[in-house]
């Protein structure tokens, strides 16, 4: 009954693409309950129970705040050696927090609704996050490492693809519903537990995945255990690295939702389409940033990925000046063009130059302390930036340009050339920090690494390839790809298993 739980000293080849597959499907259902209980949807249920800058920051710093958990963690996976029950057991308990959140705006008092909220999102965090240091262990040991970058890539693009989809038609409904009933909360709440169902469906898939056995040491003591990545200079220099990018992001992008909604006064449907438009570009680029990881480097890729996602941010300021404008809505978008591409490469490199860069059978230790000091910086950034932001929501900077004649002749004028105020400044200072994050990169060996000049040529040739394929219908089939041939592959092959197994029939 439990012969799951058990991992397997030597797996066939079979199986591991069995279990590649189940991956597949899983990164599918984790991406839906991703989609409906985060993003605009979960900042939005927020706002209207009455959060402020202060209470979104902290928000923001609920999941990375869990990451801590990731230390006793280590303990549970070396005392257990079950990585994979471990995985589908915790994650259990996270996901189901989610039917409670979905009724706070009706069993619990209005005073009281923030609490609980954090509460229970902390809860769902801590479990997750647990189960995702186990989760890191394992895939370190399962997926072959010359795949890694290209297999990442697919199973993102694939749960993108379809939760983009999703996420469109969710916020169209959000926005009907408050047009012709009123408060939309309830809408939140139904997706709330529609994501959670996902959820643990994905757990079925994971279940289904087979688990390489340990490596047969076990763990010397937690100090030792936690100050083994601290003595690998490398990895130490990428811990640096990677917990200043974490603030750096951290520190600015809890708020883009509530810059949109508040500011721009966007409606939620306009808000989900750009993430769709941010989310395309991901799909576009998942795959030509993993190839040209897997080509060159993770770090050479991040060299390149990194300043575009800044350039990003850098832009935000500009969509008012200092109100909404003519050209508040294509630079909006190719704000999320930009944002999409430039993630596709961070998000799959900084994940791979870790995990590439832990030893084989000791990957929860040097994990799990990267994810320690990563979630500090990521927990500590929005709650100072959304301080940040409650302050200097009454300060503004203006930079003016003025045309006068000193003749007398012609009227003049003055225009805006910049204007910053609020929430401005936060990102500002989001992309000073990143650019302190990236020379922290520079100092980082990975092997195979290239010169960053390199990697820009092969993006534009890539860049060049994805434009060629988008303009045909293959190249548009492929953004919205779903693995419906990997479902058929699956029960073709156990037809056939079935068919093969079956006693064969002689006539007499």
Not at 441 to 466: D, F
Request: net charge positive; hydrophobic share 50%.
């Amino acid at each position: 009954m439990f012969n799951w739980i058990k991992p397997k000293e030597n797996l066939e080849q079979s199986e591991t693409d069995r279990g590649l597959r189940m991956l597949l499907f899983d990164a599918t259902c984790s991406q839906i309950l991703g989609v409906f209980t985060g993003g605009a949807f979960l900042v939005a249920f927020a706002l209207l129970l009455g959060a402020s800058n202060r209470v979104i920051g902290l928000l923001a710093a609920v999941g990375p705040l869990a990451q801590t958990l990731q230390i006793p963690t280590i303990f549970l996976i070396d005392a257990t050696r079950r990585r994979k029950a471990l995985v589908v057991g915790l994650a259990f308990l996270g996901r189901i927090a989610w039917f409670s959140i979905a009724l706070i705006p009706w069993l619990v008092p209005r005073p009281f609704q923030l609490n609980m909220f954090l509460g229970l999102l902390f809860w769902f965090f801590a479990f997750g996050s647990m189960s995702g240091c186990a989760f890191n262990s394992w895939m370190r040991d399962f997926i072959p490492e010359n795949i890694l970058g290209k297999f990442s890539a697919r199973r993102l693009t694939i749960a993108i693809g379809l939760s983009t989809v999703l996420g469109l038609l969710a916020g169209i409904g959000v926005d009907f519903y408050k047009r012709n009933f009123g408060n939309e909360i309830a809408v939140y709440s139904l997706l709330f537990v529609f994501g959670a169902i996902a959820g643990l469906l994905g757990l079925i898939f994971l279940a289904k995945t087979p688990e390489p056995l340990m490596n047969a040491e076990r763990s010397k003591g937690i100090l030792r255990m936690l100050g083994e990545p601290f003595r690998c200079k490398n990895f130490r220099g990428l811990l640096g690295f990677l917990a200043s990018w974490n603030f750096a992001v951290n520190l600015a992008a809890p708020f883009f939702t509530v810059y949109m909604l508040r500011r721009l006064g966007l409606e939620m449907a306009w808000i989900i389409a750009l993430s769709v438009v941010s989310q395309t570009f991901n799909v576009l680029f998942l795959r030509v940033w993993g190839r040209m990881a897997d080509s060159f480097s993770n770090k050479s890729v991040l060299a390149v990925s990194g300043p575009l996602f800044l350039v990003s941010i850098a832009l935000w300021p500009f969509t008012t000046l200092p109100d909404v404008y003519a050209l508040t809505i294509p630079l909006v978008i190719a704000i999320h063009a930009l944002t999409g591409m430039s993630t596709a490469g961070v998000t799959l490199c900084t994940a791979n130059i870790a995990l590439k860069s832990a030893p084989r059978g000791e990957a929860a230790a040097y994990l799990a302390t990267n994810a320690l000091i990563s979630g500090l910086a990521a927990t500590l950034a929005p709650i100072i930036g959304g301080s940040l932001a409650d302050w200097f929501s009454t300060k503004e900077l203006s930079l003016m340009l003025q045309w006068s004649s000193t003749s007398g002749e012609g009227s003049g004028f003055t225009m805006s050339a910049m204007n910053l105020r609020g929430l401005d400044f936060l990102f500002i200072g989001a992309v000073l920090a990143g650019l302190h994050a990236l020379h922290r990169l520079s100092l980082i060996k990975e092997e195979g690494e290239v010169e960053e000049e390199i990697v820009k040529e092969e993006l534009v040739s890539e860049m060049k390839k994805a434009v060629r394929n988008v303009a045909n219908v293959g190249g548009l089939r492929d953004m919205v790809y779903f693995p419906y041939n990997l479902l058929k592959d699956t029960v073709g092959r156990a037809t056939r298993a079935t068919a093969e197994k079956a006693p064969t029939k002689t006539v007499s």
